[in-house]
């Protein structure tokens, strides 16, 4: 039953009248949807007025672009495959994105406060490697669960400096508020007194400060990464972050965006934003049948 009116915004707590008003098959996915009768407008909203899929078409292919895109799928191959223009599975893309956020971060409160959390930057790049674009990651040690991520900007490094600074400008560099934005997520989801393990990036220690006053925070040397795993896998011995770079190889593995050597490449980092939340919500969800 509806609580107010989606189209006037007329509420019942107000003595406007909303009652049932028949049903219409949607032929989109061939369910059937209650409509009813506001007293106030006249109008006959229905249950799918406050949805965000309201007027979409195609509704049958969402459940398969979700599987495509957490599984090397990317936009051209998709609308190949399904038959439909790759404009409609850009603009679903979008729309997915936001419902996966929604999920994980929903499912991860179910869960009982992080006492161990691995966190650092993946970087991958938008259109040119001379416009790279940081993933501030974390997860929860040993059951490897995405606690969240943030996509940043950031400058070019080493030989692409000079290159990218004559090509693009000046570019700006906004990982510190991502991992900012990120930590203060946490906050709702890590123990106040947990663990947090990352490698020795000197600005780490303070953001894990300023949000966790009362955390230890334990940083490790990088290591050279292994041909496997996309690079992010660390060669021999022990991995004190395994756990974080598993799923850093993972994302690599699944996200055609975040490959080293691939012909699809971000455009626009909320789009990548919104192909990483899917692959986040597929990647708990698989966890979580275990």
């Known amino acids: 039953m509806l609580?107010?009116?989606?189209?006037?915004?007329?509420?019942?707590?107000?003595?406007?009248?909303?009652?049932?008003?028949?049903?219409y098959s949607r032929?989109?996915?061939?369910?059937?949807i209650q409509r009813y009768r506001c007293k106030k407008c006249k109008r006959t909203p229905s249950e799918a007025s406050n949805?965000?899929?309201?007027?979409?078409?195609?509704?049958?292919?969402?459940?398969?672009?979700?599987?495509?895109?957490?599984?090397?799928?990317?936009?051209?191959?998709?609308?190949?495959?399904?038959?439909?223009?790759?404009?409609?599975?850009?603009?679903?893309?979008?729309?997915?994105?936001?419902?996966a956020e929604e999920r994980v971060r929903k499912s991860n409160l179910l869960f009982e406060k992080s006492r161990v959390v691995e966190f650092d930057d993946l970087e991958t790049f938008e259109h040119s490697k001379c416009k790279p674009l940081s993933v501030t990651l974390a997860v929860?040690?040993?059951?490897?669960?995405?606690?969240?991520?943030?996509?940043?900007?950031m400058p070019a490094k080493g030989l692409?400096?000079?290159?990218?600074?004559?090509?693009?400008?000046?570019?700006?560099?906004?990982?510190?508020?991502?991992?900012?934005?990120?930590?203060k997520h946490l906050k709702a989801l890590v123990h106040e007194e947990a663990m947090f393990k990352s490698d020795s990036h000197p600005h780490y220690p303070r953001v894990v400060k300023k949000f966790f006053p009362k955390a230890n925070h334990v940083?490790?040397?990088?290591?050279?990464?292994?041909?496997?795993?996309?690079?992010?896998?660390?060669?021999?011995?022990?991995?004190?972050?395994?756990?974080?770079?598993?799923t850093c190889?993972?994302?690599?593995?699944?996200?055609t965006r975040l490959l080293r050597k691939t012909w699809y490449t971000t455009k626009r980092a909320d789009r990548l934003s919104a192909h990483l939340w899917l692959y986040a919500d597929f990647h708990n969800a698989k966890l979580e049948q275990k």
């Open 3 to 23: 609580k107010s009116c989606p189209l006037c915004k007329a509420a019942l707590i107000a003595g406007i009248d909303i009652v049932r008003c028949g049903f």
């Open 27 to 32: 032929t989109d996915d061939s369910r059937r």
């Open 51 to 99: 949805s965000r899929w309201f007027r979409a078409k195609k509704r049958r292919h969402h459940e398969a672009m979700r599987k495509y895109f957490a599984s090397l799928g990317g936009i051209r191959r998709i609308a190949h495959n399904m038959k439909i223009n790759r404009k409609t599975v850009a603009r679903k893309l979008v729309i997915l994105g936001e419902e």
């Open 140 to 153: 929860q040690s040993q059951t490897r669960r995405i606690l969240g991520f943030e996509v940043s900007s």
């Open 160 to 183: 692409l400096v000079e290159k990218a600074q004559k090509r693009y400008g000046y570019r700006r560099d906004t990982r510190r508020s991502a991992r900012e934005k990120l930590f």
């Open 219 to 246: 940083a490790f040397m990088s290591r050279k990464g292994s041909l496997g795993g996309g690079g992010e896998l660390k060669e021999g011995g022990f991995d004190p972050l395994f756990s974080l770079n598993h």
């Open 249 to 255: 190889a993972s994302f690599r593995m699944n996200v």
